[in-house]
């Protein structure tokens, strides 16, 4: 009898002890246990850019892409991106009538990177120019200057480290969707598209935890 009221008596205790438990407000240890917190969070704002050189049979390219952007979900990226560019296109008899060309372009514009898949991204960007050449005819040496400016929407697929809240590498391959005669993505005699390719890095600006994407 003794033995039943014992365990009578462990039950209710046992029963008592559980239910404050769950009653009990969770804990947590580390910040990736903590509750999802809405609003602006300073370690998904990155910066960065990339870099471009290229050259060619005829021409020399050198250029940057300076930007700062948000993680705005675990898929989506958003910022701004601006970019310096100079190409010189040496002169030939036969491919420019012996015309030196050299073109300085410099603009911005905002862009979004789409992540359907790990590490693959999608990215659209709208860009406006300004741009200066200066040609020279190295038959007569004359020159003339003169500056122009186009509106270029640039759309492709890249590859991407992406570790929020931690730096990562990137490159995209893009082209432009527009048809403005003027664009800096155009060929000499403004009738195709050029590809463009952009290689660089990103860097969180509050380093902390990140979580792979």
């Keep these: 009898?003794?033995?039943?009221?014992?365990?009578?008596?462990?039950?209710?205790?046992?029963?008592?002890?559980?239910?404050?438990?769950?009653?009990?407000?969770?804990?947590?240890?580390?910040?990736e246990n903590l509750p999802p917190q809405n609003g602006f969070k300073k370690e998904n704002l990155y910066t960065g850019g990339s870099l471009a050189l290229g050259f060619g049979s005829y021409s020399f390219?050198?250029?940057?892409?300076?930007?700062?952007?948000?993680?705005l979900t675990p898929w989506l990226d958003a910022g701004i991106a601006i970019n310096l560019n100079y190409t010189s296109v040496r002169a030939d008899p036969y491919y420019n009538n012996n015309t030196r060309q050299r073109m300085f372009n410099y603009g911005g514009g905002p862009y979004i990177r789409v992540y359907p898949l790990n590490q693959f991204f999608f990215q659209g960007q709208f860009e406006h120019n300004w741009i200066d050449y200066t040609l020279t005819d190295m038959g007569s040496g004359l020159g003339s200057?003169?500056?122009?400016?186009?509106?270029?929407?640039?759309?492709?697929?890249?590859?991407?480290?992406?570790?929020?809240?931690?730096?990562n590498f990137y490159t995209v391959i893009m082209m432009d969707l527009l048809t403005d005669p003027s664009s800096p993505y155009r060929d000499v005699y403004s009738n195709a598209a050029l590809p463009v390719f952009r290689a660089g890095f990103n860097f969180y600006i509050n380093t902390g935890k990140g979580r792979r994407k």
């Design 1 to 31: 009898m003794k033995k039943i009221a014992l365990f009578i008596s462990f039950a209710c205790i046992s029963s008592v002890l559980l239910a404050q438990y769950h009653n009990m407000p969770p804990i947590y240890n580390d910040q």
């Design 61 to 71: 390219n050198v250029g940057g892409t300076p930007e700062i952007g948000y993680s």
């Design 145 to 167: 200057k003169y500056g122009t400016q186009s509106n270029s929407f640039l759309a492709g697929i890249g590859y991407a480290q992406r570790i929020i809240g931690q730096s």
